[in-house]
Nanobody
Framework: QVQLVESGGGLVQAGGSLTLSCVGTGSTFSDYVMGWFRQPPGKEREFVATISRAGTKTSYAGSAKGRFVVSRDNAKNTVYLQMNGLKPEDTAVFYC????????????????????WGQGTQVTVSS
């Protein structure tokens, strides 16, 4: 199984940018579909973005489209979430997650579809 550790969170002003990283260890990173989720204060965890094993296919939540970019470097065992144009409503704990099985053409947007999770990194956007 893979262990995941996120980093890169912090405090940023509205309109600013942050790039989150998630490093996977303990298993072959390229065997896993990766996802980013977030949990705003007092709310349920929600899907943000996902990327296929090879990094060739991505999918985004509506709130992330056009502002966030998910990418991965399998040689570095790392998945990234570049966030631009941040808004106060983006304030949340961000989690990366991994799942092994991948069906060609499928996108995994539910947290129940992921088996392994990082501990989360806080992103706070001030107005």
């Amino acid at each position: 199984q893979v262990q995941l550790v996120e980093s890169g969170g912090g405090l940023v002003q509205a309109g600013g940018s942050l790039t989150l990283s998630c490093v996977g260890t303990g298993s072959t990173f390229s065997d896993y579909v990766m996802g980013w989720f977030r949990q705003p204060p007092g709310k349920e965890r929600e899907f943000v973005a996902t990327i296929s094993r090879a990094g060739t296919k991505t999918s985004y939540a509506g709130s992330a489209k056009g502002r966030f970019v998910v990418s991965r470097d399998n040689a570095k065992n790392t998945v990234y979430l570049q966030m631009n144009g941040l808004k106060p409503e983006d304030t949340a704990v961000f989690y990366c997650a991994a799942r092994g099985p991948e069906v060609t053409g499928s996108f995994y947007t539910r947290d129940s579809e992921y088996y392994f999770w990082g501990q989360g990194t806080q992103v706070t956007v001030s107005s």
